[in-house]
């Protein structure tokens, strides 16, 4: 038995099921990193003293991983596009690009991450030290979620190219959907965590 409109859009919302379904895990998403950073602002406007952690953070290193993560949403897009137009072999070189963009962040963040550690800076460290591992850390989790998803359609998901090639477009369409997410959750910190 066939699940109606994993294709064709529902005539209720124009949105097919995995959009939907993304739409509203994304609404969840928002509502945790939303809180997560009114968290943050409460706290930080309410200390009658902030911690000076974050002048130790690297704004050169965050620079280049936000230059990453947004060349990586290009990327996204274009392993989309490339499926649209039925170029498969553009469409694994894009999403090849958009792992490895994945793979660098996650490596500048391991290196950061690093030298707080052996620096002492640690959660225990201070407040600013607690929310910086607890809001970028969450957000490390989810660079990786997106990357196992975005591997398995770059690895042995491609397979459904050749039976359902618009099923396929579609989740990669999803998969998208949610690393912009990603990325977008990173521009929100990157000037919070480091600029401000």
Do not use: C
Not at 19 to 26: A, C, D, P, Q
Not at 29 to 43: D, H, I, N, Q
Not at 110 to 139: N, S
């Amino acid at each position: 038995m066939e699940i109606p409109y994993t294709v064709t859009e529902r005539p209720d919302t124009g949105l097919y099921n995995a959009k939907l379904g993304v739409w509203l895990f994304l609404a969840s998403e928002v509502m945790l990193f939303g809180a997560l950073f009114s968290s943050y602002v409460l706290l930080r406007s309410g200390a009658e003293e902030w911690p000076h952690g974050w002048q130790h953070l690297s704004v050169p290193l965050a620079a280049f991983n936000t230059l990453v993560l947004i060349s990586s949403s290009v990327t996204m897009v274009m392993s989309w596009a490339s499926l649209k137009t039925k170029d498969f072999g553009k469409y694994r070189l894009y999403m090849g690009l958009t792992i490895l963009a994945g793979l660098i962040f996650l490596a500048v963040k391991f290196f950061e991450y690093r030298e707080h550690i052996l620096m002492g800076e640690v959660p225990a460290h201070d407040t600013f030290f607690a929310i910086y591992f607890t809001l970028t850390g969450l957000h490390g989790l989810h660079v990786i979620g997106g990357m196992i998803v975005n591997g398995y359609f770059f690895g042995p998901g491609a397979r459904m190219w050749s039976s359902e090639p618009e099923r396929f477009t579609n989740r990669i369409e999803i998969a998208g959907v949610y690393w912009h997410f990603v990325d977008l959750v990173w521009i929100f910190l990157f000037p919070i965590l480091y600029l401000l």
